[in-house]
């Protein structure tokens, strides 16, 4: 199973995947099992079956935070590896007499999908290993790497796919372009009830801190998309790449997106019904609100 598959599954919101070589890390111990992982349109949840001669740390009533979160990790269908930094330190536990607690499900949100193979390294290391086997092998055809002409220093880019985003730009086409201080971006709907897709590629004179920065660029960005059209922009996939490199892909449960009324601009604000075209600048709008997010400002 690769990650593009669970992503379509977890888009469909119904089935169920065995998942083995789970790892259950509490910060006082490790512990290990297997289970099956529960796919819907409201959750993801991950019933484990603690391995024989090991058991849960005892239950305590209380408050917990951030801090008290365990780390999970675990092999889906003998293919795909994931892991989920933060899982609550309860779950629903299950028991059986008189073997105590053999099983529990935690609710994973998101689940972080661990990059293989070429995903996994960067553009520079993909290209001496080509160089390599080129030399090694010269009887076979050169392959090069396509390198787009104009990427920033880092070549940072996002993915995000937001679940049948109702943007009303798609009316004059399933595409728009259009740029934020650091990123130009690219959001594509084939038809109404399709997905949104998001793009985001830093532009050639953007230098980052970090990946910490770039994330706070993404999320501005994603505010400000929200902001726009009144709808909760949470995309149910997130990918973030780097030098070529797939960092990050985050996933979540695919549910419906809550909205609100007192959207700042309305499809009949922003439509000229007699030409087809905007009575506002839709770039311009992204471009101030992603400025403002982005400072992080109550």
Known sequence: MTADEFVKIVR???????VDEIIINTGGQELHGKG???????????EVTISEGEALPEFHTGIYTKRDSWRLSGLVE?????????????????????????RCTFNLHPI????????SITRKARNEALAEHAK???????VKQPVPEEVSEDDVSFYATLLEYPLFATKWG???KGETENFEFILT????????????????NYHSAGEKE?????????????????????????????SGQKITDRVTSADKLKKTLHAPFTEKMAFNARTGSLKWDFNDAIQKAAAFFEMNSQ
């Not at 090694?136 to 050169?142: A, E, G, I, K, Y």
Request: glycine residues 6%; aromatic residues 12%; proline residues 6%.
């Open 12 to 18: 469909i919101g119904s089935e169920k995947l065995r």
């Open 36 to 46: 099956m992982l529960r796919i819907s349109r409201e959750r993801i949840e991950l």
């Open 78 to 102: 003998d293919q795909l590896q994931f892991k989920c930094e933060h899982v609550g330190p309860v779950g629903n536990r299950k028991f059986s007499w008189p073997g105590g607690i053999t």
């Open 112 to 119: 972080d999908l661990i990059p293989t193979g070429w995903d």
């Open 136 to 142: 090694n092998n010269p009887q076979l055809p050169t």
């Open 174 to 176: 399933n595409e728009i």
């Open 189 to 204: 709907k084939e038809k109404a009830d399709s997905d949104l897709q998001v793009a985001l590629h830093s532009k050639k």
């Open 214 to 242: 770039d994330w706070v660029k993404f999320d501005s960005f994603m505010h400000a998309l929200a902001f726009a059209s009144g709808i909760h922009a949470w995309p149910y996939r997130r990918q973030y790449w780097r």
